[in-house]
């Protein structure tokens, strides 16, 4: 069983900065692939980010130029830093991990952009 702990969420006015974290720990043998999906109230769950275990890189267009993800193997966690936040980036974000063909989820954290 993989277990992942995220951290980071909080309010922020329009135009600021979070950096969200996500961390794996349990029966990991090798971590593949790790994203970023994000939630709004009333929305499907939209992908984000994701990052291969090689360091390749992939973002949703509303994320190209103001979030940047990025992982560090040793500690098997991966960071989403957001720039530039806008109203529209409000949800509960969520990290997506794969570890021998299977996927888990983080629990959530809110990210709230205030105007």
């Known amino acids: 069983q993989v277990q992942l702990v995220e951290s980071g969420g909080g309010l922020v006015q329009a135009g600021g900065s979070l950096r969200l974290s996500c961390a794996a720990s349990g029966n990991i043998f090798s971590i593949n692939a790790m994203a970023w999906y994000r939630q709004a109230p009333g929305n499907l769950r939209q992908f984000v980010a994701a990052i291969t275990s090689g360091g390749s890189t992939n973002y949703a267009d509303s994320a190209k130029g103001r979030f940047t993800i990025s992982r560090d193997n040793a500690k098997n966690t991966v960071y989403l830093q957001m720039n530039s936040l806008k109203p529209e980036d409000k949800a509960v974000y969520y990290c997506?991990?794969?570890?021998?063909?299977?996927?888990?989820w983080g629990q959530g954290t809110q990210v709230t952009v205030s105007s």
């Open positions: 997506k991990v794969e570890v021998t063909g299977y996927a888990y």
